[in-house]
């Protein structure tokens, strides 16, 4: 069975600190992704990122960055400088690969809270 | 703008009542996802449509949840005799075709707020 285990349930930061967001997921499958989606105040999801399993190369995205570990089956998401605009709740989700890859696993989210 | 868009955002309805709940997917998605968010929860998968067709139904929680898809377009989620526990956030998402690869992201409605009394 495939799960996400977010065990930040809630952070709060001054804005221009650093934050890492934790993501550990299990699953079975050699083939998987994973993303990060941030949902904000309004409601509505918004995609951040995906990883497939065998791309291991952490990415940086201005302030956005993700640590991507399959030795701990960690995928971890670091914002540098936080903003008031970055307070949002953050979701890690996994799904398998090929024609399997349609069923998204979520994570319980973390809701970031960065205060001015 | 040419979002997903759901209707209505708001439901409150009395138990025992059936939903109807409509989502609009992006022209030219061919696949469809519906999500529930309960309360501090994060998203429980529940159904997904590639065409009109739905491969995967296992994450219907009861035999009161069903959904369809007709015209590959417009999905339409019911729930029929509501209990309180279905009471959540009902997302729904749009992706040019199922599966995580590359261009294939979801795109998120709103949601429609169901509660029931």
């Known amino acids: 069975a495939q799960k996400v285990t977010q065990a930040q349930t809630e952070i709060s930061v001054v804005e221009k600190e650093d934050v890492t967001l934790d993501c550990v997921y299990e699953?079975?499958?050699?083939?998987?992704?994973l993303f990060w989606y941030k949902q904000p105040p309004s409601g509505e999801l918004v995609f951040l990122i995906r990883r497939n399993s065998f791309d291991e190369q952490n990415e940086i995205s201005g302030r956005y960055s993700w640590n991507f570990q399959k030795s701990t089956s960690s995928f971890n998401f670091t914002i540098t400088a936080s903003q008031v605009v970055d307070s949002a709740v953050y979701f890690c989700?996994?799904?398998?690969?090929?024609?399997?890859?349609?069923?998204?696993?979520f994570g319980p989210g973390t809701r970031l809270s960065v205060l001015p | 703008g040419a979002g997903v868009s759901q209707s209505p955002s708001n439901k409150v309805t009395e138990k025992g009542k059936d939903v109807e709940l409509r989502c609009d997917p992006i022209?030219?998605?061919?696949?469809l996802y519906w999500y529930r968010q309960s309360l501090g929860q994060g998203l429980e998968f529940l159904i997904y449509?590639?065409?009109?067709?739905?491969?995967?139904k296992s994450g219907l929680p009861s035999d009161r949840f069903s959904a369809e898809r007709t015209g590959g377009s417009v999905s339409t989620l019911t729930i029929q005799r509501t209990q309180q526990e279905d009471s959540a956030v009902y997302l729904c998402?749009?992706?040019?075709?199922?599966?995580?690869?590359?261009?294939?992201?979801?795109?998120f409605g709103p949601g429609t707020r169901l509660t029931v009394l």
């Open positions: 998402a749009s992706s040019r075709r199922a599966g995580p690869q590359p261009y294939n992201e979801q795109f």
């Open positions: 449509f590639q065409g009109n067709s739905a491969p995967d």
């Open positions: 699953t079975r499958d050699t083939t998987y992704y």
């Open positions: 022209s030219g998605h061919t696949a």
């Open positions: 989700a996994l799904t398998r690969g090929g024609n399997y890859g349609q069923n998204f696993v």
